[in-house]
């Protein structure tokens, strides 16, 4: 089975940093596209960031400019790299990672991990 394993969220103070690692293992696929996405209360889940196999990136208007997506293809990591935090940022932040197949995607989650940014 396909695991999604987050690392690295935190509680840091406004203008620091962090960076979140996510390991998906369990599949003998690659998978197309591997991202981030957040949840803060009261809010609806909104992509941060996201990124292809062959690099291209997308980005949230909110965090260009402050936040960086990375991979690592041959083990399945996707990295994200957050710079000047501000209290905005603070939510749950969870790792996909989908696969696009001819009939069907598959899609999987990791368990979340909070990041809290005070003033």
């Known amino acids: 089975q396909v695991q999604v394993v987050e690392s690295g969220g935190g509680l840091v103070q406004a203008g620091g940093s962090l960076r979140l690692s996510c390991a998906a293992s369990?599949?003998?696929?690659?998978?197309?596209?591997m991202g981030w996405y957040r949840q803060a209360p009261g809010k609806q889940r909104e992509l941060v960031a996201a990124i292809t196999g062959g690099g291209s990136t997308n980005y949230a208007d909110s965090v260009k400019g402050r936040f960086t997506i990375s991979r690592d293809n041959a083990k399945n990591t996707v990295y994200l790299q957050m710079n000047s935090l501000k209290p905005e940022d603070t939510a749950v932040y969870y790792c996909n990672a989908k696969r696009t197949t001819m009939v069907q995607d598959y899609e999987y989650w990791g368990q979340g991990t909070q990041v809290t940014v005070s003033s």
């Open positions: 369990g599949s003998i696929f690659s998978f197309n596209v």
